[in-house]
Structures are given as C-alpha cells and as structure tokens.
C-alpha cells in the first residue's frame, strides 16, 4: 500500500489525557499537513513540514498541540490534557510540493469524554 | 478567516441530471483551485483542478469553470449519477498549501 496511513483509526480518551496520532506519508512526498476536521466544516489547517523542518504552524494550534516528523519520514501529532472540544477527525496529507500530489489520509478519530 | 466559503451545506439532484456545486473565496493570490470527494470514513480524494490561468478545465463528466473577476468557481457534474453522492470539498492552493471550504453534501437520487 503505498497510500497515505494513519493511526490509530479511531481513538477514545478521557478529558486530560494526553494522546498521540502517527502518520506515514506516501514515500518520495517530501511535504506532509495536519488538518482537523469537525463536524459540517472542512479540513482547517493545523500545520506542516517540508522534511523534518515544521514551517507553518496555524493559530488553531495551541500550546497542547505539539508535531514532529523528526527523520522527515513518518510525523506524530501530540495533544496534551484533552479537551472535549479536541474531538475531531484529524486528517494528515502528504505531497511532493505540488498540488497534484496532494494525497490524504483516512484520518483518526478523535473522541474526548 | 475563512478564505475558501461553500454556501450550500447540501444539494440533492435527481440521477441523470446537472450537479453544481459553488465556492467563492477571497484571497486573490490562490494560485490553484481544487475539488475532493469524501466518503464517510475516508479521506478527501482529488477530483479536478483548475489553474488560476484557466477559466475552464474539463475532465469526463466534471467540469470546473473560475471566474477570477468574482473570485467564484463551480463545479459541474453531468449528468450525475448514485456513485457521486458524497462530501465535495473546494480547496484553493497558495504555495502548494491549502485552503479548504466547509463541503456540500451532494445526494444523486435514483
């Protein structure tokens, strides 16, 4: 499968808990995004990287959000003490720096109780 | 700020019919306008695109048409079918990074 894949699909936490995605890019895409996606809206960029190097991060991401993709292959995208209002589907993309390439995941689901 | 608007949450059609799907945004440097599809418990997957260069691009039954003068662009989809059912996403591109409206859920009815 040489897709984007992301882990876990589906997760269920407690308020305050802290929980961590993973994603694997497509192999040769040098870029990979983080989106969330609520209910009726569309995917709202959180951040990026270009390698291992994060070069945008989006106001919707606050001081619990934390990203890495530290070899510039794989990326893992922390929230610390959940809130009820992280649940969310979180979608990661991954591209060779056009928007062609630009291929999504299935995403995880996020539900905070 | 949301940069890339899709007014219609929903659109229903009749199968055999035209879809068409609106978005309007407002950053007039977007260099590249896409559309996704989205089923449910799966990622957006890429549909059409069309360059800010063009005002129409055609690709089988789906035609995305932009006007740039008022920063609109559709998508047509002719004539639809039960399969199209499902999220449609627009999505503008600056720098390789996008943007993307709130959907509008297309139902094709038999």
């Known amino acids: 499968d040489t897709g984007v894949s992301q882990n876990p699909r589906h997760k269920i936490t407690k308020r305050g808990q802290n929980v961590t995605f993973r994603c694997d890019p497509i192999s040769e895409h040098n870029r990979l995004y983080w989106y969330r996606q609520t209910l009726g809206q569309g995917p709202e960029f959180l951040t990026y990287?270009?390698?291992?190097?994060?070069?945008?991060k989006s106001r919707l991401l606050s001081d619990r959000f934390s990203a890495e993709r530290p070899k510039g292959s794989f990326s893992t995208l922390e929230i610390q003490r959940t809130e009820q209002g992280d649940s969310a589907m979180y979608l990661c993309a991954s591209s060779p720096g056009t928007v062609y390439g630009y291929t999504f995941g299935s995403g995880t689901r996020l539900t905070v109780v | 700020d949301q940069q890339v608007k899709q007014n219609s949450p929903s659109l229903s059609v009749q199968e055999g019919r035209i879809s068409i799907l609106n978005c309007d945004y407002t950053n007039s440097m977007f260099d590249y306008f896409l559309w996704y599809k989205k089923y449910p418990a799966e990622g957006p997957t890429f549909l059409i695109s069309?360059?800010?260069?063009?005002d129409k691009n055609e690709d089988g039954r789906f035609t995305v048409f932009l006007n740039k003068s008022a920063k609109h662009l559709s998508l047509h989809i002719v004539p639809s079918q039960p399969g199209d059912s499902a999220v449609y996403f627009c999505?503008?591109?600056?720098?390789?990074?996008?943007?993307f409206g709130a959907g509008t859920r297309l139902t094709v009815k038999p």
């Open positions: 990287f270009q390698n291992e190097a994060q070069l945008e």
């Open positions: 999505a503008a591109s600056l720098n390789n990074d996008m943007r």
């Open positions: 069309i360059s800010s260069i063009k």
